[in-house]
């Protein structure tokens, strides 16, 4: 006899903390992200994400994560990513320190965390994507890669993180945009994700607007 199946749906009050909370992922990506990481974290190992910003597709990994009896861990150095930067479209005064004069997210997301009621439901690594990376050692059941767009830092979260998804684990990206008329701030993510098929580890099994689902289907070439 088989035990419970995992929701492939968020609650109604993870959905709507999911939409008040401050971020840009639509609500149809945000429930293909949940349903990968339910999928996924039935293989009983961590779910990562790369890019926490202020917590919005936190939320989501981080509920999946709890229906399975898993962790969730979140990267990010909390500074902004190149377009969230003064002067850019996606700029956000509202989360600069004012005493530093530099952005800092990181209060935002704790309070994101709390109102979710998820706090320790995650694990939350401030820091370089890279860096982080490199001292990684445990298997993962997902990886979502929402970081920085420019094709140094998209490439290194590639590279770091693509190798700890374990086998029939799941590798998704966020911002893929194959046509360039189409992009906001570059196709870095297009690149990794055109990557991640031609090195014959990933295989695609869904795409939802511009959040594209792969599984681990062979070791690293």
Known sequence: MSGPT?????KPEILAAFEAAKGFMPVDEGLALYAAAAEAAALG???VEVGTYCGRSTIL????????GVMAVTVDHHRGSEEQQPGWDYHDPDVVDPEVGRMDTLPTFRRTLHAAGLED????VVGR???VAAVWQTPVGLVFIDGGHTDEHASADYEG?????APGGLLVIHDVFPDPVDEWTG???YRIYRRALESGAFT?????????VLRRSGPDT
Do not use: G, N
């Open 187 to 189: 196709q870095a993510p």
């Open 204 to 212: 695609e099994i869904s795409a939802h607007r511009s959040l594209r």
């Open 61 to 68: 990994l981080a509920d999946a994560a709890r229906e399975a």
């Open 121 to 124: 439901q995650v694990i939350a």
């Open 129 to 131: 994507s890279p860096q």
């Open 161 to 165: 993180w693509a190798p700890h998804v």
């Open 6 to 10: 995992a929701p492939s749906a968020p």
């Open 45 to 47: 190992l961590p779910l």
